[in-house]
């Protein structure tokens, strides 16, 4: 019937971006209908209007002598390739209003049954975040498509930092369907230090208890990328697109996220999505932070410049292993959309739940201890994909498992080092070193060897008279200050920590990077054929 119904219709099917447009029947039989057909999913439609014939439209072929012609445009999802969305419309009409009316209708009443989907969003603007362009990609890009799907939205362009952190404890944050952030990592950890600490408050959970179950925060966070490295969308989206990532707020996707708590002493710090890195990534984290003024070139400089310093640090790792978890750091098994591992987490934490076994069982089980000197530490709860490197620095890391994977990366030689760099942007194995170890974990803690040495009270005469450097090994570039550690882009405050795993705390307006299935032509393989 569906078919026979849009027999009726004329198509005018037009490309991203309105420009280039044909006309055509929707005959199955005619040999160019699988060129030029599309199959969306209800999920993936936008909108659907009414349309207004204009006068160019009108002159066309034999329709020109028609009276009046009736024509509703649909609005949909588009798949580009390297997981970018665009909007493309096709617009159905003729001379049958009534039929017209009834498609519309039917369209809409489809729409609604849609209830993922968002209808009131609050949205924060950094206009200070990566390149400053956080207010124009906002208005000029994401705004008209909130507006075509009917969001109605409130807007904060933020006035100094964290005032989109503080905001949340004050509005009624339960009348929004989602929470959106345009902006860069920074941004996006201060919505949800808002969200997930807001959430603890009206809980009466405490936060700085190291051991408390956190309460899950069920209001989405949306991102529009807007900042300098993008990490966590392009680790949860799979490009780093303003377009992209409205599409998939509009459309209701929905991606649990794990998110460490970072404690000191009893003292809460910090929420971590992305990376927790000590040595390497702090360093260059700390030496940035006063180059804000370059933009996101900072990274490129100091990143540069902390290589050439080349700092190993002492310390001690403790961790115990995420044994719940069916995957491992380096079984290539990547997270993408639906992904079987998170989902299986997500089955455990559910029973968890029920059980409230969790706490007894983690004091239980056992722990292991690492001493040494390291160039870099990083915890990272996702693969931290980005542009700079498409596969991250965990490629196999998953978004949802209730785990961190940690990576150890001891000292070794500064070409050694470039060598481990270069592989986070080709294909080879970045853990195939001899001086690399990587775990999955659900928490750890790190002291370094200047915080041990200062808690048992040996002051060493030397570490004052040669300032920085080590007193056994004045060459070795071996660091006696400690390093900072850097939590997804901001620098804590204590070297010494305490991390852990809450699986699934959060949820994005994401699916999940999508396996690629397009094939020669550009066709999604994956649409399901659900409308036309
Ligand atoms: N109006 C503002 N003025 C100054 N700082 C702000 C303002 N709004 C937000 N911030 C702060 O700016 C910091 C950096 O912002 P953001 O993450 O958007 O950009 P970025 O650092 O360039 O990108 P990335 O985090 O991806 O590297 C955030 O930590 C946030 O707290
Ligand atoms: C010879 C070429 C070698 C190139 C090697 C490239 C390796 C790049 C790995 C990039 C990993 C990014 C991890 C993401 C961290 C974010 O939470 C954080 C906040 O945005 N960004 C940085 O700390 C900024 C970190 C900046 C890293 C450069
Ligand atoms: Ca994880």
Redesign the pocket.
């Known amino acids: 019937r569906t078919v026979e119904l849009l027999g009726a219709f004329m198509v005018l099917c037009s490309t991203e971006g309105y420009n280039q447009q044909s006309w055509y029947t929707h005959n199955r039989n005619s040999p160019d209908f699988h060129q030029k057909n599309c199959f969306v999913p209800i999920s993936e439609i936008i909108a659907v209007e009414e349309t207004e014939f204009n006068k160019k439209q009108r002159n066309i072929g034999r329709w020109q002598k028609m009276a009046k012609l009736h024509a509703f445009t649909v609005h949909y999802v588009k798949k580009a390739r390297n997981h970018r969305w665009r909007c493309s419309a096709a617009t159905f009409w003729c001379v049958d209003e009534h039929l017209c009316n009834q498609w519309t209708q039917a369209l809409k009443e489809l729409l609604e049954m849609q209830k993922s989907r968002p209808k009131q969003l609050l949205v924060y603007i950094n206009p200070f975040g990566g390149k400053r362009q956080g207010k124009r990609i906002y208005e000029q890009k994401v705004a008209p498509l909130f507006s075509l799907a009917s969001i109605s939205t409130d807007v904060v362009v933020t006035e100094h930092a964290n005032h989109a952190k503080d905001n949340l404890f004050e509005v009624n944050i339960y009348k929004y369907d989602g929470v959106v952030c345009v902006g860069?990592?920074?941004m996006f950890?201060e919505v949800m230090h808002g969200l997930i600490g807001r959430m603890q408050k009206d809980s009466g959970i405490d936060q700085n208890n190291p051991k408390a179950s956190l309460v899950q925060c069920n209001i989405r966070i949306g991102i529009i990328p807007a900042?300098?490295?993008?990490?966590?969308c392009y680790s949860t989206v799979g490009i780093s697109d303003p377009v992209t990532s409205a599409l998939h707020i509009i459309v209701g996707d929905c991606q649990p996220l794990d998110v460490s708590s970072v404690h000191h002493n009893d003292t809460f710090l910090k929420y971590s999505v992305?990376?927790l890195?000590y040595g390497f990534?702090g360093d260059?984290?700390k030496d940035?932070e006063k180059k804000r003024w370059m933009g996101p070139m900072r990274?490129?400089y100091?990143?540069f410049k902390t290589?050439l310093s080349h700092h190993y640090y002492e310390g001690t790792i403790a961790y115990q292993p995420a044994k719940h978890t069916h995957g491992s750091p380096r079984d290539k098994v990547s997270c993408r959309t639906g992904c079987y591992i998170c989902k299986q987490s997500e089955k455990q934490l559910a029973e968890q739940n029920k059980e409230h076994g969790l706490k007894k069982e983690e004091g239980e089980e056992e722990w292991k201890v690492i001493k040494g000197k390291f160039l870099a530490i990083n915890a990272?709860n996702m693969s931290?994909a980005?542009p700079?490197?498409p596969k991250?620095?965990s490629p196999a890391a998953h978004l949802a498992d209730g785990s961190a994977d940690l990576i150890l990366v001891r000292k070794c030689s500064r070409f050694d080092f470039?060598r481990y760099?270069?592989r986070?942007?080709n294909q080879d194995d970045q853990f195939d070193f001899p001086f690399v170890d990587v775990y999955r974990v659900k928490c750890f803690q790190f002291t370094s060897k200047l915080s041990e040495d200062n808690e048992s009270n040996v002051m060493d005469v030397g570490k004052k008279r040669f300032g920085q450097f080590c007193r056994d090994h004045p060459a070795c570039c071996c660091n006696i200050v400690n390093s900072t550690w850097?939590?997804?882009?901001?620098t804590l405050d204590s070297s010494a920590i305490e991390v852990r795993v809450h699986c699934q705390l959060m949820k994005l307006f994401a699916r999940g990077i999508e396996e690629d299935c397009k094939d020669e032509a550009g066709h999604s393989q994956s649409s399901i054929e659900q409308l036309l």
Request: glycine share 18%; hydrophobic share 25%.
């Open positions: 860069g990592d920074g950890s900042g300098s490295t993008d990490c966590i992305s990376l890195g990534y260059i984290l940035s990274y490129d100091s990143g290589f990272v931290c980005c700079r490197s991250g620095l470039l760099l270069v986070h942007t850097n939590c997804d882009g901001e």
